[in-house]
């Protein structure tokens, strides 16, 4: 599977989370995979729902989730390869501007909440460095 998200936005996310900590290009890389896998279910959920109603194309509201207060120069996690990440699992389905940039908003909430509980797992571990192991211990512990 490649990685539709380039890992630079992934750490800078971290990055402004844990400031005062470094962060390992593997930790970038499992949290990018991580977001990936996350966004490319929930636009399965929303293209199902968009189906419902005889759509093809999906639309912010058939997200199941509550849409972010967000405008895409706000985000830090770049909106084109959402939009790949959105078509990921989802054949015939074009993605509204509006849903690209709300399904964003909502990973990188997601994302945000992942990499502060890593920072946490790497202080208590002794680590100055976010390690790949830190988000994967985030995912054994609470299997988001």
């Known amino acids: 599977m490649t990685v539709e998200l380039p890992y630079s ?46 759509r ?20 830090i996690l ?7 990440i959105a078509r990921l699992r989802i054949e015939d389905y074009r993605v509204s501007k509006d849903a690209r940039v709300a399904l964003a908003a909502h990973l990188e909430d997601w994302a945000t909440r992942v990499a502060e509980a890593a920072e946490r797992l790497a202080q208590h571990a002794g680590r100055r460095t976010v390690q790949r192991e830190d988000v994967e211990a985030y995912f054994d512990i609470f299997d988001s």
Do not use: C, H, W, Y
Request: aromatic content about 2%.
């Open 9 to 54: 936005p992934v750490d800078k996310l971290i990055r402004e989370v844990a400031p005062e900590m470094r962060v390992s290009s593997g930790a970038a890389e499992e949290l990018a995979e991580r977001i990936q896998d996350k966004g490319a279910a929930l636009a399965v959920i929303a293209a199902e729902n968009a189906a419902e109603d005889g």
């Open 78 to 84: 770049p909106v084109a390869p959402v939009d790949r």
């Open 56 to 75: 093809k194309t999906v639309m912010a509201e058939d997200f199941e989730f509550e849409i972010p207060d967000a405008r895409k120069s706000d985000l």
